[in-house]
């Protein structure tokens, strides 16, 4: 019932920022977690930051102090502030909505986009 469109993701040297933005269409009575995962070469998807209904955050150790999660309510979007940038944040980053719509729980992943930090 929900799409989910990424994008901002690119090259970038260590040290840089990028601004990732996922749009989401469809509807939703509400959410309970927006969150972008990260999945790099020979390594399992991981959680980066979440954002709750509530407005509480939470990020993986690797990222804390350098990214920042935020939602934009009118604009059906949430982003991924990445500074500080790494080499080892090199990673397709998805997406991702956990929802509750008319009574039911629902989830959906976006497409990725890639993120490239070089050194």
Known sequence: QVQLVESGGGVVQAGGSLRLSCAASGSI???NTMG???QAPGKQRELVAAI????????????????TISRDNAKNTVYLQMNSLKPDDTAVYYCHLDYW?????????????QVTVSS
């Open 52 to 67: 709750t209904s509530a407005g509480s955050t939470n990020y993986a150790d690797s990222v804390k102090g350098r990214f």
């Open 36 to 38: 972008w995962y990260r």
């Open 29 to 31: 009575s509400s959410f």
């Open 101 to 113: 719509f008319r009574g039911s729980r629902f989830s959906s992943w976006g497409q990725g986009t």
